[in-house]
């Protein structure tokens, strides 16, 4: 990237962040305020939303620091965009590097229109590109990050996942591996809103969770086999214009499972907007960048004896190898 656009970039990253950061008020404020207004809505979601704050200090030994004891309303939907990129037959990610997080597989706007003109040219240079609406993001303890519009009114679980992951950035961050990152803390999400249902939750709120994340793991699975099947193609021997054939092939495929998938949900249409798009490579890799080492670290914290403090402990000891020796030890963590 020129000096000049780097520069523009990490001007629009600055003074977006500090635009939320000073839009965000004290819960406790927020809470009143939503009272005195008459929003029991977003009282009752702020509420909760401290409630998890609370919990995944004291239960998941996340960091006890001022993140998520604030709020912001944003008025847009999403905090950032991020921008991914594929070659048109590789499913390998772009990367770009930055200071402080070193180097990463997407590149965040605070407007969506930067976002699609920086996507637009990476299109231009023969790339393929994902422009995805981001709720929440970390700066990893750097900043007291405040809950967000953008997120609070997520169904119980989402909302408590939300927390967990970014909270989970905080304690473990290896720079130049996005994948090790969210996959980190997805598997902290994930094992920590079963023991927030298990614990705080009503039996309404974990049956609504269990029917939404089933619905997700069919998704995500379905879109990791098509993803699978499209880097085999790529890296078969077989010349270019078969593989573009084949490409065509394996999205029509996935649209057709996903119409079946659909049919088999009774009609639920939450995924409806996400096939809505031209799909490309970009897509897909973007799901596995947070999903490929997720067994690895479930296995480790059952391995840990379900101990948190211990499981960061050793996570944090993987992040520090080699990057070759870190994959060996993730892969021998799940085998499958």
Known sequence: QG??????????????????????????DAIAYANGSNDKRLADRLALAGRMRDFASRELALPDNGSYRHYANLHRPYVVWSVFATPELSMELHKWCF?????????????????????????????????AGVPAYSTLGYFDDPLLNTFVYLPEGELARMIFHELAHQVVYVRNDTTFNESFASAV????VERWLAREASADAR??????DAR?????????????ELDALYRSPIDDDAKRAGKAAI?????????????????????????????????????????????????LLEQCGGDWKAFYAEAERIG???P???KARLRALAPN
């Open 3 to 28: 000096c000049c656009e780097a520069v523009g970039y990490y001007a629009q990253s600055i003074s977006g962040h500090l635009g939320v950061m000073a839009q965000a008020t004290p819960l406790s």
């Open 99 to 131: 200071l402080v997080v070193g180097c990463i597989n997407y590149r965040g706007y605070y407007a969506i229109e930067d976002a699609h003109r920086y996507a637009a040219g990476l299109r231009s240079q023969g790339l393929e590109t994902y422009v």
């Open 189 to 192: 999400e994930i094992a920590g």
């Open 207 to 212: 049956a609504s969770y269990r029917q939404y």
């Open 216 to 228: 997700r793991r069919q998704f995500r699975a379905m879109l990791l086999q098509a993803r699978a």
């Open 251 to 299: 999205f029509a495929a996935l649209r057709q499972r996903y119409a079946a998938l659909k049919e088999s949900w009774g009609g639920y249409s939450g995924y409806d907007r996400w096939f809505s798009q031209p799909l490309t490579n970009a897509h897909l890799a973007a799901v596995a960048t947070y999903q490929q080492w997720v067994p690895a670290f479930l296995a």
């Open 320 to 322: 520090k190898l080699k």
């Open 324 to 326: 070759e020796q870190r």
